[in-house]
């Protein structure tokens, strides 16, 4: 399966995506999903042990860009080592 079409189908449900980790999610007004994050249960958002993903959409609501928080040597990472309540200050890229 397409990594687009993956994103497309764990959109409509982010338990699908969560994998059995917790996972907190934000919305635009057209209710896309702009950030997605995991971590394991019990991890608080400001803890350095979440995974986040951002998403970027065409103008039919169409994932066009799902990209990983960027560490500080500014590599993107799908590790699990950013806080959820710093989402918006990371920089994003493929992982």
Known sequence: MA???F?????KNPQLLSGGLQFRATYDGSNNMIY???SMPNVAESDFEW???KFTYD???NIT???FARKSENIAS???NFAWDQREQYNYGPA
Do not use: P, Y
């Open 3 to 5: 990594s687009t079409e």
């Open 7 to 11: 994103w497309q189908r764990g959109l």
């Open 59 to 61: 103008g039919s609501s």
């Open 51 to 53: 995974r986040i993903v």
């Open 36 to 38: 997605f994050g995991q």
């Open 78 to 80: 799908a590790d699990f």
């Open 65 to 67: 860009k799902s990209e």
